[in-house]
């Protein structure tokens, strides 16, 4: 495993960034695939997607394809999307499912807890016994009202993997777990996923790319702090500016970015009550989806909410979008490998220490790293 690192080291104050090819290399991702995505907590939806029986969403982690429903009674329970009878999926998207989950193949059907209630001809075939074709159960979990999913049966709760986390989550947004979930902004990226998480957790690079941001975020007010699995970004705002305006006599002043091993960040931008969730998961060695999502106190976002999606919309994401993919390409380039990372003595807010904790997380989760 060293020798995949390269010059990649523990102590972020003197460590090079991770080796090109582990950007490139479909071997990388499926080592990842094991070792990280099918033994870590995934985020799937708000809790207010899956509010009433019947209420359901579907997601896929890699190859799996799973479901969360909200039982006839009443709890919230996650099953891989698979009828046990050929592999077909029982539901896609999301929305309201009916007491029993039909196939759409064969018809076989399934209760809200997985078990096989009706196989047309079964009472014909010899030996058939339907208690042997439930559908497997997932673990899942609940973070300040946002549910997740582990494939892994032995995976620790998410009040133990990320400590203190949550606490710092609900000061940020004290009304988390009565959200509504209202718009999303959906990019596939032309990078690897590590590509699009190395760009959410440094701001290294936010002066020269990102001028409304900067005009938005007081930079110099700017903190990165790191956790063992999640990390947090904040800083002071200036309510008038490039980006979108806010009333700082009535509306909320805050910045910040809370970031959870591996694949999820919760954004809390000025002006707005509510929560976004940037979400990003590879579906190839070099494509990655990104679905930033906002979640709302009311039914009705107000005009700076809209205000601030559109800013993420048509401005901030777009630029780490193209931010992303160029450097996806230069690192197939004969003339890159290493580069390194900018950790100064002080962590300052261009300090690039929290991506240096995420390409860690990676290491470790290989075998390297600490």
Known sequence: MD??????????????TLPAKMYVDPETLRAETEAIFLKSWIYVGHGSELAEPGDYVTAEIADQ???????????????????????????????KARKLLVCP?????????????????????????????????????????FVFV?????????????AG????????CPQAETLKTGGDVVFDIAGN???????????????????AFVDLVEMPTYEVETHDQWSIQWGGTRPE???????????????????L??????????????LGTFSFMPTAPEVTHQVFAYHAPGEVQTETEDKAMAYFRDVLGPEDVDLVEDVQRGLHSRGYNQGRFMVDAERSEISEHAAHHFQNLVARALGGGV
């Open 105 to 145: 193949y064969h018809a076989w059907s399934y209760d809200h807890d997985g078990a096989l209630i009706a196989a047309p001809n079964c009472a014909q075939v010899a030996g058939f016994d339907k208690s042997e074709f439930s559908i497997p159960e997932i673990r899942v979990d609940r973070f300040a009202g």
């Open 193 to 211: 996923w590590k590509n699009v998480g190395d760009n959410l957790l440094e701001c290294y690079h936010c002066s020269t790319a990102h001028k």
């Open 3 to 16: 020798d995949m690192l390269g010059r990649f080291d523990a102590d972020a104050g003197k460590s090079y």
């Open 165 to 172: 986390a949550e606490e710092r989550l609900l000061d940020l």
């Open 150 to 162: 582990n494939l892994d049966p032995e995976a620790r709760p998410m009040a133990e993997v990320y």
């Open 241 to 259: 500016n490039t980006a979108y305006g806010y009333d700082p006599q009535t509306e909320d002043k805050t910045f910040a970015t809370l970031y």
């Open 261 to 274: 091993w591996p694949t999820l960040a919760f954004a809390k931008f000025p002006g707005t009550m509510g």
């Open 65 to 95: 394809r799973l479901y969360v429903i909200h039982t006839e009674g009443g709890e919230i329970k996650a099953f891989h999307n698979v009828c046990q009878h050929r592999g077909h999926s029982l539901l896609r998207g999301k929305g």
